[in-house]
């Protein structure tokens, strides 16, 4: 019985030490794309490359996770994907690497927000951190 706590008890480090490491790469990743996306630049497969690159290569999110954590944020070498200047489409796959993934969501997040127009006459609403 103790076994198999212990062994619970890796599992959900283990799933934990991967949720830190996701949240990690996504800020970084989103970090990296809003240079992007302030500065207008379409997002293209060349890009996703580059994002990928610089996000994959960041000494911070290296000295934060282990070198077996950081393994399974990179792309597999079965799934290539074009590396040209065309507009990056996935058509309704939802089968992204994570960076990639990352990059696309805050595109998309990006996207919406520019085509929702500000209206000028709702109060702003304060966040607090604990709610409303």
Do not use: C
Not at 17 to 38: G, K
Not at 48 to 56: K, N, R, S
Not at 74 to 89: G, I, K, N, V
Request: net charge negative; no cysteine.
């Amino acid at each position: 019985m103790n076994d198999l706590t212990t062994e619970q008890a890796e599992h959900a480090l283990a799933a934990l030490r991967y949720q830190t490491a996701a949240r990690d790469l996504e800020h970084i990743v989103r970090n990296i794309a809003a240079r992007y996306i302030v500065q207008q630049v379409p997002l293209s497969w060349r890009l996703l490359h580059a994002i990928e690159a610089e996000a994959l290569a960041d000494l911070g999110f290296a000295s934060r996770h282990d070198a077996i954590m950081l393994g399974l944020f990179q792309r597999p070498s079965e799934l290539p994907y074009p590396e040209t200047d065309e507009a990056a489409d996935f058509g309704t796959s939802t089968a992204l690497p994570a960076v990639f993934a990352f990059a696309v969501s805050a595109y998309e997040e990006a996207a919406r927000r520019t085509s929702q127009p500000a209206s000028k006459s709702a109060p702003l609403k304060h966040a607090r951190a604990w709610g409303d």
